[in-house]
């Protein structure tokens, strides 16, 4: 079988097994064959429905798409094989409905006793699916079905009509997306028949139908985010998977809650309803199953979830889990010998038995049976191949504590020795069983032998153990020797140098410490732990300094440098590259180059040259060459800027220095005579860039600055041809540079020396002088 397949699989190659499930449950490859049969005929598409339906077996868009195919030939045998296949497990509306339309065509020609088995067949359907949200139709077509009834007799028209009423009434109540038009129809067949009697029947399910209509709105929210198309595969983790089962679980959450308030019985029955629908979809998941059972339980139907779990180990025969609570469930009730049937499923032939079955086996008979049931089973599962040490720990344990035998588990442990002697995990757990018995010679008897076999690579947590044994129960004498004994026997795992073997303060901390209470702070245990690191580093630090070059270590992080244990692949930055920074160069000697710009201070006197290297006494002419394409605007700007000796300046410091800055504009057509006026007298008046306010000298904070009439008549005058400026355009409205330059305002006005015009104030406030 495909499913024992699977199970010997991940011990050979797992990578294989997993390439494999994907390829069974391979949703693409399945739609591609189920197009595929859809083309052929019945005789040659019946092995891939087959097919498709062993993988998927409860996908029940591929049950219809198969039944139909047998209904086209009439081949009425397979139709009925086929739908006692899949009908209780796909609670599908139109699967079902394709079950119905097959008993109707199959009971036309058989008159009132076909329409009896017809009749029954709709409450067969409606009492598994009726509670769907879609059955809405289902119901609709079962009352025009009843209507269609003949009836010879008054007795019989009274008969049809109150059948009728009971279908309707029972319609009315269940939240489907056809909850209205079923009232209204249900209203009208009232009135039809008696008004008095409608009257009273109405009023009596108005609430009721009221309470359903709100359930239905409530259920709808989460059946729309159902994907009915899914296809069950195990969960692979994907966002899409994850978020179904969310959905799922909202609503097992909602019918639980009892919206409705209707009785237990109809409440029971939705949640069981739409756990079966829960999974068709989520067969693979564990989780429902288990959930789906113990709600069961809990519910006081032990028989159905009993019939759950069973259905749990064949969807997922290697779920050991799901395995193990089945069996704790029937235990629970009592039914010891079907509890003992599936641990022994466990067990089967003894071949590929795991320790955990054997353990957990030992444990039932110990409980079950009694102790002599227990130890002959671990006389058994002790010869077998399979078997570990964990076994004998665990019984070891049984039979001290629960049987009160501390020489039998001492007997059992001694036992275990001679056979895992190289386990250090058994070594430490017989130890701690000693400990227990207070048995201080046997403990040190036990490490002995167990140091004395085990190779140093494995040996470490026992001479852990060791130490502290010894820290905790022993003389001085016995703890510095042992100490001493460790450092000597796993010095030789490791690449340590002689200073290893000394006494350190880390000794004298672990020997004086007692659970979480430390004889230092933790300030003082990180400087150990770090000098520590260092004294075992020391020589690869040294080393990789040693390859870097003396530039590249920084004594104050020497510490820090981990990642220098020597990779030989590790691609070093070409230090003869960089820019060698002089703190002796001062601002101002860099050179710029001697571009005059009408208006602008020169900015050779101004500007540093951060990025002048100095080779062999020679300076590079690069940056000057770069100067000498800047735009005179951005040679203004930089050249009142501050120098910087040091790392990323304040930016809020620099943001204020350019908000008080006067940046000249584009070069401006000007009249004769003003502009050699003004490169006389210096530089002349500027605007911000955010502002029509002058402000070429500083002003006083105390008083307040007011361009002339006459200049502003003046610039009034300028000709229609001439370039339109930065500052002519209005004030900017971006949220950061208007925060920008309320914070240098506050600067500015804080410092109570001189400031320059605010940029923001003059176009806000729309004073023109």
Same mark, same amino acid.
């Given at each position: 079988m495909?499913? &024992?397949?699977d199970?010997?699989?991940?011990e =050979?190659n797992?990578?294989?097994?997993n390439?494999?499930v994907?390829?069974k449950?391979n949703v693409e490859?399945?739609?591609?064959?189920?197009n595929?049969?859809l083309r052929l005929?019945?005789?040659e598409?019946?092995?891939?429905y087959?097919?498709?339906?062993?993988?998927?077996?409860?996908?029940?868009?591929?049950w219809?798409?198969?039944?139909?195919?047998? +209904?086209v030939?009439n081949?009425?045998?397979a139709?009925?094989q086929?739908f006692?296949?899949c009908?209780?497990?796909?609670?599908?509306?139109?699967l079902?409905?394709?079950?119905?339309?097959?008993?109707?065509?199959?009971n036309?020609?058989?008159?009132?006793?076909?329409?009896?088995?017809?009749?029954? @067949?709709? %409450?067969?359907?409606l009492?598994?699916?009726?509670?769907d949200i879609?059955?809405g139709?289902v119901?609709?077509?079962?009352i025009?079905?009843l209507?269609?009834?003949p009836?010879?007799?008054t007795q019989e028209?009274?008969?049809?009509?109150?059948?009728?009423?009971k279908?309707?009434?029972?319609?009315?109540?269940?939240?489907?997306?056809h909850?209205?038009?079923?009232w209204?129809e249900?209203?009208?067949f009232?009135?039809?028949?008696s008004?008095?009697?409608?009257k009273?029947?109405?009023?009596e399910?108005?609430?009721k139908?009221?309470?359903?209509?709100?359930?239905y709105?409530?259920?709808?929210?989460y059946?729309?985010?159902?994907?009915?198309? +899914?296809?069950?595969v195990?969960p692979?983790?994907?966002?899409?998977?994850?978020?179904?089962?969310?959905?799922?679980?909202?609503?097992l959450?909602?019918?639980?809650g009892?919206?409705?308030?209707?009785?237990?019985? =109809?409440?029971n029955?939705r949640?069981v309803?739409t756990?079966e629908?829960c999974?068709?979809?989520?067969?693979?998941y564990?989780?429902?199953?288990?959930?789906?059972a113990?709600w069961?339980?809990?519910?006081?139907?032990i028989?159905?979830?009993?019939?759950v779990?069973q259905?749990?180990?064949?969807?997922l025969? %290697?779920?050991e889990?799901?395995?193990y609570?089945?069996?704790?469930?029937e235990?629970?009730?009592?039914?010891? *010998?079907s509890?003992?049937r599936?641990?022994?499923?466990?067990?089967g032939?003894?071949?590929n038995?795991t320790?955990?079955?054997?353990?957990q086996f030992?444990r039932f008979?110990?409980?079950t049976?009694g102790?002599e049931?227990?130890?002959k089973?671990?006389l058994?599962?002790?010869?077998s191949q399979?078997?570990?040490?964990?076994?004998?720990?665990?019984?070891?344990?049984?039979?001290?504590?629960?049987?009160?035998d501390?020489?039998?588990a001492?007997n059992?442990?001694?036992?275990?020795?001679?056979?895992?002697m190289?386990?250090?995990v058994?070594?430490l757990?017989?130890?701690?069983?000693?400990?227990?018995?207070n048995?201080?010679?046997?403990?040190?008897?036990l490490?002995?032998?167990?140091?004395?076999s085990?190779?140093?690579?494995?040996?470490v947590?026992?001479?852990?153990r060791?130490?502290?044994?010894?820290?905790?129960?022993?003389?001085l004498?016995?703890?510095?020797?042992v100490?001493?004994r460790?450092?000597?026997?796993?010095?030789?795992?490791?690449?340590?140098?002689?200073?290893?073997l000394e006494?350190?303060?880390?000794?004298?901390?672990?020997?004086?410490?007692? +659970?979480?209470?430390w004889?230092c702070?933790?300030?003082?245990?990180?400087?150990?732990?770090?000098q520590?690191?260092?004294?075992?580093?020391?020589?690869?630090?040294e080393?990789?300094a040693?390859?870097n070059?003396?530039?590249f270590i920084d004594? &104050?992080t020497?510490g820090?440098?981990?990642?220098a244990?020597?990779?030989?692949k590790v691609?070093?930055? %070409?230090?003869t590259?960089m820019?060698?920074?002089d703190?002796?160069?001062?601002? &101002?000697?860099g +050179?710029?180059?001697?571009?005059?710009v009408p208006?602008?201070?020169? @900015?050779?006197?101004t500007?540093s040259?951060p990025?002048?290297?100095v080779?062999? &006494?020679?300076?590079?002419?690069?940056f000057d060459?770069?100067l000498?394409?800047t735009p005179?605007a951005?040679l203004a700007?930089?050249?009142n800027?501050?120098a910087?000796?040091?790392?990323?300046?304040d930016?809020?410091?620099?943001?204020?220095?350019?908000?008080?800055?006067?940046?000249p504009?584009?070069?401006q057509?000007?009249?004769s005579?003003?502009?050699?006026t003004k490169s006389?007298s210096?530089?002349?008046? =500027?605007?911000?860039?955010?502002s029509?306010?002058?402000r070429?000298h500083?002003?006083?904070?105390g008083s =307040?600055?007011k361009?002339?009439?006459g200049k502003?008549?003046?610039?009034?005058? *300028?000709?229609?041809d001439?370039?339109?400026t930065?500052?002519?355009q209005p004030?900017?409205?971006?949220?950061?540079?208007?925060?920008q330059? *309320?914070?240098?305002r506050?600067t500015?006005? *804080?410092?109570?020396s001189?400031?320059?015009?605010?940029a923001f104030?003059?176009?806000?406030?729309?004073s023109?002088?």
């Amino acid at each position: 079988m495909a499913s &024992g397949e699977d199970r010997i699989e991940p011990e =050979s190659n797992p990578s294989q097994s997993n390439k494999a499930v994907e390829d069974k449950y391979n949703v693409e490859a399945a739609e591609i064959r189920a197009n595929e049969a859809l083309r052929l005929h019945i005789s040659e598409a019946a092995p891939i429905y087959e097919q498709l339906l062993t993988e998927f077996p409860t996908a029940a868009k591929y049950w219809k798409q198969y039944v139909e195919a047998h +209904m086209v030939v009439n081949n009425d045998d397979a139709t009925k094989q086929i739908f006692s296949r899949c009908l209780l497990n796909c609670l599908h509306i139109p699967l079902w409905r394709c079950y119905i339309r097959f008993i109707r065509k199959a009971n036309d020609q058989k008159g009132v006793e076909g329409q009896e088995e017809t009749r029954k @067949a709709f %409450d067969f359907m409606l009492s598994y699916v009726g509670a769907d949200i879609a059955s809405g139709p289902v119901w609709m077509e079962y009352i025009t079905f009843l209507k269609s009834l003949p009836a010879l007799s008054t007795q019989e028209e009274s008969l049809r009509m109150t059948a009728v009423r009971k279908v309707y009434q029972r319609a009315i109540v269940t939240p489907t997306h056809h909850i209205e038009q079923l009232w209204r129809e249900y209203e009208n067949f009232e009135n039809s028949v008696s008004r008095q009697l409608a009257k009273g029947l109405i009023s009596e399910y108005q609430p009721k139908f009221n309470s359903a209509r709100a359930v239905y709105r409530e259920r709808k929210k989460y059946v729309d985010e159902i994907d009915w198309n +899914m296809l069950a595969v195990p969960p692979t983790g994907s966002y899409k998977e994850e978020m179904q089962w969310m959905t799922w679980k909202k609503l097992l959450a909602f019918e639980k809650g009892n919206p409705q308030r209707i009785d237990n019985v =109809s409440s029971n029955k939705r949640i069981v309803f739409t756990y079966e629908q829960c999974l068709m979809y989520l067969y693979h998941y564990p989780d429902i199953w288990f959930e789906y059972a113990t709600w069961h339980a809990k519910s006081g139907s032990i028989d159905a979830a009993i019939k759950v779990f069973q259905r749990a180990l064949k969807a997922l025969p %290697d779920l050991e889990m799901l395995r193990y609570a089945y069996a704790e469930m029937e235990e629970s009730r009592g039914a010891i *010998q079907s509890a003992k049937r599936i641990y022994e499923s466990f067990i089967g032939n003894g071949v590929n038995t795991t320790s955990l079955a054997h353990i957990q086996f030992i444990r039932f008979l110990r409980r079950t049976e009694g102790v002599e049931a227990a130890r002959k089973y671990f006389l058994d599962a002790r010869k077998s191949q399979n078997c570990t040490y964990h076994v004998y720990v665990a019984y070891a344990m049984m039979t001290f504590c629960l049987d009160k035998d501390p020489k039998m588990a001492h007997n059992i442990f001694e036992a275990g020795l001679k056979r895992f002697m190289h386990e250090p995990v058994y070594i430490l757990e017989y130890a701690d069983f000693l400990i227990r018995l207070n048995d201080d010679r046997n403990i040190r008897a036990l490490f002995e032998r167990a140091l004395s076999s085990l190779p140093p690579e494995k040996s470490v947590e026992v001479w852990k153990r060791f130490t502290h044994f010894e820290q905790t129960y022993g003389d001085l004498a016995s703890m510095l020797k042992v100490e001493q004994r460790r450092k000597e026997a796993l010095s030789r795992t490791a690449e340590e140098d002689a200073s290893a073997l000394e006494g350190s303060l880390q000794d004298v901390v672990a020997r004086y410490s007692f +659970m979480d209470l430390w004889p230092c702070s933790t300030a003082d245990l990180d400087h150990l732990s770090r000098q520590e690191w260092l004294a075992k580093n020391v020589k690869k630090v040294e080393k990789s300094a040693t390859l870097n070059g003396p530039q590249f270590i920084d004594k &104050g992080t020497t510490g820090l440098m981990s990642s220098a244990t020597g990779s030989t692949k590790v691609i070093y930055p %070409d230090t003869t590259q960089m820019v060698i920074y002089d703190p002796r160069q001062n601002p &101002g000697t860099g +050179m710029l180059s001697s571009t005059a710009v009408p208006g602008v201070p020169a @900015a050779s006197s101004t500007l540093s040259n951060p990025i002048v290297a100095v080779v062999g &006494g020679q300076t590079t002419s690069a940056f000057d060459e770069i100067l000498k394409a800047t735009p005179p605007a951005l040679l203004a700007f930089l050249s009142n800027l501050p120098a910087i000796d040091g790392p990323t300046p304040d930016v809020d410091v620099v943001l204020s220095i350019c908000l008080q800055s006067d940046i000249p504009t584009a070069s401006q057509p000007r009249k004769s005579g003003t502009t050699t006026t003004k490169s006389q007298s210096g530089p002349a008046p =500027s605007t911000s860039d955010l502002s029509g306010s002058s402000r070429s000298h500083p002003i006083l904070s105390g008083s =307040s600055f007011k361009p002339t009439r006459g200049k502003r008549k003046e610039k009034d005058r *300028q000709d229609d041809d001439e370039t339109v400026t930065v500052q002519s355009q209005p004030l900017p409205r971006d949220a950061f540079r208007i925060r920008q330059i *309320q914070k240098a305002r506050g600067t500015a006005s *804080q410092t109570g020396s001189a400031s320059y015009g605010s940029a923001f104030s003059g176009d806000l406030s729309g004073s023109t002088g």
